[in-house]
């Protein structure tokens, strides 16, 4: 081997030692990477894309992944908000951690307390500050399933009139609406007031699909409370709707005629 081989041969011994000296001396985690950088301690690189997330039991903060402090009476929550963690079952979050909820008469806990105060009332029940008071259910009323508001309905055909059920007076010529608590009129009726008046229909006319006004046969106009015969001139047609005419093509209209174009 000539000088100058052994010269560079000695060059990458020694270049070789010295960077195994370094790798020994730096901690295996800085050299975990992924495609957005160094993972932390307690992080991992995530299942699917790039970058790290922290391991269970672990929040991220400022860069880094620092264990959850969890209170007494609280478990471990995988969420990326809020504290990390929840309170169990039958204690409620404030300030200071986890405070027993202190269940009031007819009342059951409830599995989240996050904002509320972990109970809520039977059905018959209805909360008025920190305890259940029974519902007072009026004649002709029953339990409705909501435990907010006044805690009962009216029954079919009656309405809320202060804390009573009041029956719906209907009308003749009308019915009860499929909600119960309001009246229609019939087919061929308007509503005036309270009751139902029919719908007065002239001659060559007839009530529209909506039963609440009428119109024109084909052939005829509404003039004031009354149909009309369309005069059509020479060279015309009456228009689809049936209550006014245009000119055959290819005329123009001129006042009431069709004159060539």
């Known amino acids: 081997m000539t000088p100058l081989k052994r010269s560079h041969a ?18 295996d985690a800085a050299f975990s990477q992924t495609a957005a950088g160094i993972i932390p301690p307690n992080a991992h690189a995530r299942p699917y894309g790039t970058g790290w997330q922290c391991d269970f039991g672990h929040m991220q903060t400022s860069g ?20 990390g963690w929840e309170c169990d079952r039958g204690y409620r979050e404030t300030d200071e951690g986890c405070l027993q909820v202190q269940l009031p008469a007819n009342a059951y806990a409830t599995d989240s307390t996050y904002g509320r105060r972990g109970w809520e009332c039977d059905r018959g029940y209805r909360a008025i500050d920190d305890s259940c008071v029974a519902v007072t259910v009026p004649q002709d009323g029953y339990l ?5 508001g006044t805690g009962w309905e009216c029954n079919r ?16 010529n009308a019915f009860l609406r499929s909600s ?8 061929g009726f308007l509503q005036d007031g ?14 529209d699909t909506s039963g609440e006004t009428w119109r024109c046969a084909r052939g005829f106009k509404k003039v004031d409370s009354s149909c009309a015969v369309l005069d059509v001139p ?11 005419w245009e000119c055959n093509r290819p005329y123009r209209r001129n006042g009431n005629a069709c004159i060539p174009l």
Not at 11 to 25: K, M, N, P, Q
Not at 77 to 82: E, G, I, P, Q, V
């Open 10 to 27: 000695r060059a990458s011994v020694l270049l070789a030692s010295l960077l195994s000296v370094i790798l020994a001396s730096v901690p």
């Open 64 to 83: 880094a992944c620092v264990a959850i402090q969890v209170p007494a009476n609280a478990h471990v929550a995988d969420l990326s908000f809020r504290r």
């Open 144 to 148: 409705a399933d909501s435990a907010y």
């Open 157 to 172: 055909g009656f309405r809320v009139v202060d804390e009573a059920c009041v029956a719906i007076a209907v009308p003749m």
């Open 180 to 187: 119960g608590n309001s009246w229609k009129c019939d087919r």
């Open 194 to 207: 309270v009751s139902c008046t029919r719908i007065e229909i002239p001659q060559h006319g007839y009530l």
């Open 234 to 244: 020479a060279n015309a047609h009456i228009v689809a709707f049936g209550d006014d």
